[in-house]
Structure formats: structure tokens, C-alpha cells
């Protein structure tokens, strides 16, 4: 009897004991992050028969166990993962933000800055002046678009190496995941794996941060195997893959995320990674490169419209106007539009011939042995044919791509080129003229589109015009569109012209017919009529004092429509800029806050779940140690009992 007596009583103090133990842990951790408070599970022992009846013999811990939610955990991880993709998107568009309201607006400032000279200009073209005032602005103008490129291409550099900083952080986590598994491996059972299991989901939430997360059990094991985006993995019982930022193939600066395995390499998709990656991946790729194209696209619409006036003017030397800014389909610049795979023996010109057509974004140029396909940023297909000369050429969107040296290719095999039109716009402007008396301020010719035309075609001036040509003109297209009539408007009579026909494709060369064998070219009627359409023709002498025309056609620039389809001016395409980059900041903005609400609901969730509450421990300190000193007091009852036994003999 006083045997069982101090059995029992020993049970107590052990598990008073335990109780105490498990209470002043959690006590202990209750600022540690990740900590799941841990509850005892107490059972009491198999009676035994003795007599007629069963009696107790005491009690033992069965487990120690976390006050824990799969589903909660799950629902804080995801939200972990949505509220740092929402937080480091709202960082990035706030840093856009302020750049197109700050650095960026200086380009817009000293284009303005530039009609306005060329407004007063035309007040006094003769002035030099006023003239190297002009030129003085232009200059500006492309330095302040040489630096917003610089400093978005900045960047876009900084995305780079966050990422590059986020994937040493992650490749981190998962070996220490990997380490956790290891331990957990090791053990028989759950039974004092708490901590483990706390660390790792600890470890998991802090990867939740730079990506999506899938956490599955091993079977037969206590191991986890933790994918990450679509279903990459990360993690697989005691190994870690890596992650490295590697190059983009054909473009080398546009760096993606790699799984390496070994000796292998797969690309992640930058879409379904999620997380802080998954922000930055998207800033860069849809709101960067964006802001680069539209950059681009300013800068060539203004470079190209005001060298296409200058060349239709006459300066003060009384020559044809030269470029006011570099061509922006030299050589160079055509060739480095097409970015081709490394080792790629093809050669790739990309022409621009109709700014007002130009779309933002990529294509895709995919070669095989044989043929060539244009894809646009909308998925559409376009075959490139062969022209006269043998070489590949397609017409899209305002350019004119060709194939100058195709690739080698064996049968079966295929080269992917990205073409990027807009993308160096901004950063390749620059002056080319240095002569203030060079500005081409008087106007030969002005071509005046009737109202009712319903083409785009436009009139050129030739080269060089004689000033017997002088006068007032009307050009009509015919009733089918293949044939153009010149009617002098003084005389009222037919101009005879060495050749009338117009091709929709081409256009037509108008040449005055002199006498019986010669001509004299004196316009060009560009591809894009149709029928019936008629310009009113203004046309001077080659060389006026004073002239002001082509002054007053570049300052008018400045708010025509001649970008993006008819829809936009050169200014309106920084406005269009400035208020996408806005609205996207102002989104996630919004987004950030719900996410956080969920965040914090989730947290709570799982805080109310697993968290300790010191009240209750305390409680629990003084509960266990009464019964502690309780199951004390039973030892001394059987110690006294037996004694009195022995005595007793």
C-alpha cells in the first residue's frame, strides 16, 4: 500500500514536473518569433485490480505538443507572400513615380523650351543670335533624354542586383531548411520536434517573402519538401537547389531567374514566382522597359519631325537644310535594334519609316532554314518575303525590318531575334548641328491636305528646286487613285508631268515636264492616298531673306498629332507616361493596404492559435507547483505510513 502510495506521488512530481518545464518555456519564448506556445498532454496510468475493484496508479505525460493550425499557418504564409509583392511594387512605382515627376519632366520642360525659341526665332530669322539660342535648346533637349535614359537604365540596373541580393538570401533559407530537415530526419517521432517544426515554418514565412510557397509532407518522413512559384523545388528532403540571376538569351541585360540543380539550369517564369521577386521582375520587365519605349518613342517622333522640316527648308547660306539631330536610322542604330543570339552569324537592320505608326514593345523575329516570322507584342504573325534583291523584309507598325545575312541554320533548328525599336530612342539623340546660320527657316514648299482627304499621304519637297517652279499649286488624285493631276491655280491649267501614276504602296515622284526629253523633280507624293484626295501647294523661291515658314511648321510640332496613330503629340506621349506610371503607383497603393489588413488578420489568426498568453502561464506556474507540492506531500504520507509499518514489525 505505501509502495503504490509513493509510485503515485512520484508520477505527480514528474508530471508537475514536466508541466513546469513546458509553462517556463513558453514563458521564456514568448518574444520569440515563429514560437507556437507548446501544451502537455497528461493521461492518467492503467489502473490495477486489487480485490474487488480497480484502483489508479497515477498519471505520466503522453506528448508535448504545439498549439498549432496547418490552415492558419497556410493562410499567413500566403498572405506573407502577397503583402511583400504588393509592398516592394508600391517602393519601385513610388521611386518611377518621382522620377517622371522630377527628372524625367526636364526632357518635356526643354522641348518646350525649344518652340518657344523657335516661336521667337520666327519673329527675326535672320537674328544669330536667336538662332544659337535655338540650337542651344535642341541641345538641351537631347542631353535631358540622353539622361532620363541614363538614369531609368540605373534603374533598372538596381532591380538587377536586388535580385541578385534576394536569391544569396533565398539560396540561404533553403539550405537552412535543408539542415532542418536533417534534423528532423533524425528523429523517431514528432516527440521533440517542436522547435524544429517552429523554426522551420519560421524559416518558410521568411521565404514567403521573395516568393509563393508550397510546403509538402514527406510520407513516412518528418521531412518537408518546399516548392516555390509553380512548381519549382526548392527544397527536397536533406538537399537545396540553388537560384542564380543568370543572362537573358538574345538579351543579355534582361536577367532572369535560374533553378540550378547540379549541372542543370531551368528558367522560372517570371509571372507566377510571386512575392518580392515576382515584384521586381514585374516593374522591371512591364513598367521599366515601358518607360524606356515610351522615352524612346518621344525622342525619335521629336528628332525625326524636326529633321524632316529642316531638310524641307532652306537655310541662311541658301542650302538645303541639314539634320538638326542625328539620324535615327543610321547604320548603328538600325543594327543595334535587333538584338541576335550570342554567335549569331545573321545580320539584322530595323528601319523606322513612319513614327506616327511605331507600337511600344518587343517583337520576336523567329528564323528557321528557311523561312522567317515576325510576332508582335499581341501574338500576330507576319511572314517576311523575299524582295527584289533576295533579302527577307517585312512592313509592320512603321518599320521596315530586313534580313540583310540570314542565320545558319540546319533543318530542325530555329533563332529567335528580339527586336526592340524604341528601346535606345532617348539614349542615342543628340545634336548634329554645331552652324547657327544652318537652320532651315525658310520654306520651299507647304502642302496644305484638304479636309475632306481620307489617306495619310503627305508632300516632300525635292532636293533641289529651281525658282522658275514657283507658285501656287493643287495636286489631285483620280476617282481610282492611280493617277495625280497638278493644276497651276494661276493660269488654271494642267502642269504636264514627266509621269502621273501613284502607287499606294510607293507613291509617286511629281517631275514638271520642261520641254520634250526633260524634267525637273519637284515633289513626292508619299504612299498613303487615296482616291480624290488633293493638297493645296505653296511653292517659293529656293532662297528668301526672311523667310519664316519652316520656324512656324516646327513650333507647330509641338501640339500636332502626329504620334501613336494620330492619337498623340510628342509632349502627349510623356503625358501618357507620367499618368500610367501615376495609376500604377495609386493601384498598388490600394493593393498594399488590403493586403496588409489581410496580413494582419492572418497574423492575428495564428497569434491567437499559437501564441502565449503570460496571464495563463502564470496561472499555470502556481497550478503545477501546488500539485507539485502536493505530489510531495503524498511521498511523505507513504514515507510515514511505511515507516509506522516497519515499526510495526
Do not use: C
Not at 527628372?103 to 520642360?109: G, I, K, L, R
Not at 494582419?600 to 489568426?605: F, M
Amino acid at each position: 500500500m505505501a509502495v503504490d502510495l509513493m509510485q503515485i506521488g512520484v508520477s505527480g512530481l514528474r508530471t508537475s514536473q514536466k508541466q513546469l518545464d513546458v509553462a517556463s518555456h513558453n514563458i521564456t519564448n514568448v518574444n520569440t518569433p515563429g514560437y507556437s506556445r507548446q501544451v502537455v498532454e497528461q493521461k492518467a496510468d492503467d489502473a490495477q485490480w486489487n480485490g474487488n475493484s480497480y484502483y489508479g496508479t497515477g498519471a505520466y505525460i503522453d506528448n508535448v505538443s504545439r498549439a498549432y493550425d496547418q490552415f492558419a499557418a497556410r493562410e499567413l504564409t500566403l498572405s506573407t507572400t502577397q503583402l511583400e509583392e504588393a509592398n516592394v511594387k508600391q517602393q519601385h512605382l513610388a521611386m518611377l513615380d518621382d522620377f517622371t515627376s522630377k527628372s524625367a519632366v526636364n526632357s518635356v520642360n526643354s522641348m518646350n523650351d525649344f518652340y518657344h525659341s523657335v516661336r521667337s526665332l520666327a519673329d527675326n530669322p535672320n537674328d544669330l543670335g536667336s538662332r544659337q539660342t535655338v540650337l542651344e535648346h535642341a541641345n538641351q533637349a537631347a542631353v535631358n533624354l540622353n539622361n532620363s535614359h541614363e538614369t531609368l537604365t540605373n534603374i533598372r540596373t538596381d532591380v538587377n542586383q536586388q535580385l541578385s541580393v534576394s536569391l544569396d538570401r533565398v539560396n540561404a533559407l533553403g539550405q537552412e531548411l535543408a539542415a532542418v530537415n536533417t534534423s528532423l530526419q533524425q528523429q523517431s517521432s514528432s516527440d521533440g520536434s517542436n522547435d524544429l517544426f517552429d523554426q522551420q515554418r519560421t524559416l518558410i514565412n521568411e521565404l514567403a517573402q521573395y516568393t509563393q510557397v508550397t510546403v509538402l509532407a514527406d510520407k513516412g518522413s518528418l521531412a518537408n519538401t518546399v516548392i516555390i512559384g509553380s512548381g519549382d523545388t526548392l527544397v527536397s528532403g536533406v538537399s537545396a537547389s540553388q537560384l542564380k540571376l543568370v543572362d537573358g538569351d538574345p538579351d543579355i541585360a534582361n536577367k532572369q531567374i535560374a533553378l540550378i540543380n547540379g549541372n542543370n539550369s531551368k528558367p522560372i517564369k517570371s509571372d507566377t514566382i510571386g512575392g518580392s521577386l515576382g515584384a521586381m521582375l514585374t516593374v522591371r520587365d512591364d513598367v521599366i522597359d515601358k518607360s524606356l519605349d515610351q522615352l524612346g518613342q518621344m525622342a525619335l517622333g521629336f528628332g525625326s519631325q524636326m529633321n524632316d522640316l529642316q531638310q524641307q527648308g532652306v537655310d541662311l547660306n541658301g542650302q538645303q537644310g541639314q539634320a538638326l539631330f542625328n539620324d535615327i536610322n543610321s547604320p548603328n542604330a538600325m543594327s543595334q535594334r535587333a538584338l541576335k543570339p550570342f554567335g549569331s552569324s545573321s545580320d539584322i537592320s530595323v528601319k523606322i519609316d513612319d513614327i506616327n505608326q511605331l507600337k511600344i514593345g518587343d517583337y520576336q523575329l523567329i528564323s528557321d532554314a528557311t523561312s522567317h516570322t515576325l510576332i508582335d507584342q499581341q501574338g500576330n504573325k507576319t511572314a517576311l518575303t523575299a524582295n527584289a534583291k533576295g533579302k527577307f523584309e517585312a512592313k509592320v507598325d512603321g518599320l521596315e525590318i530586313t534580313i540583310n545575312q540570314p542565320p545558319t541554320l540546319m533543318a530542325g533548328e530555329t533563332e529567335t531575334t528580339i527586336i526592340q525599336p524604341l528601346r535606345r530612342g532617348a539614349a542615342d539623340i543628340s545634336l548634329a548641328m554645331t552652324d547657327p546660320r544652318g537652320l532651315a527657316g525658310h520654306r520651299q514648299l507647304t502642302a496644305i491636305a484638304a479636309e475632306s482627304n481620307l489617306g495619310s499621304a503627305t508632300i516632300t519637297k525635292a532636293t533641289a528646286v529651281p525658282d522658275n517652279a514657283a507658285g501656287r499649286y493643287q495636286l489631285q488624285l483620280n476617282a481610282a487613285g492611280d493617277q495625280v493631276t497638278v493644276t497651276d491655280l494661276k493660269t488654271n491649267t494642267n502642269v504636264e508631268l514627266a509621269d502621273n501614276k501613284y502607287s499606294a504602296e510607293n507613291g509617286a515622284t511629281i517631275a514638271f515636264k520642261t520641254d520634250a526629253t526633260s524634267s525637273i523633280s519637284v515633289m513626292s507624293l508619299s504612299a498613303g492616298a487615296q482616291a480624290n484626295d488633293s493638297f493645296e501647294i505653296e511653292l517659293g523661291a529656293k532662297n528668301a531673306q526672311g523667310g519664316n515658314g519652316n520656324f512656324l511648321a516646327m513650333q507647330q510640332v509641338q501640339h500636332q498629332k502626329t504620334m501613336a496613330d494620330g492619337k498623340s503629340s510628342v509632349i502627349d506621349l510623356f503625358e501618357g507616361l507620367a499618368t500610367d506610371v501615376g495609376m500604377l503607383k495609386k493601384n498598388a497603393d490600394k493593393l498594399s493596404e488590403v493586403n496588409q489588413l489581410d496580413f494582419d488578420s492572418a497574423s492575428e489568426r495564428v497569434s491567437n492559435l499559437s501564441g502565449v498568453n503570460l496571464d495563463e502561464e502564470a496561472a499555470n506556474l502556481m497550478k503545477f507547483q501546488q500539485s507539485y507540492m502536493a505530489s510531495s506531500r503524498i511521498m511523505s504520507v507513504a514515507k510515514e505510513t511505511f515507516d509506522t509499518l516497519m515499526r510495526a514489525v
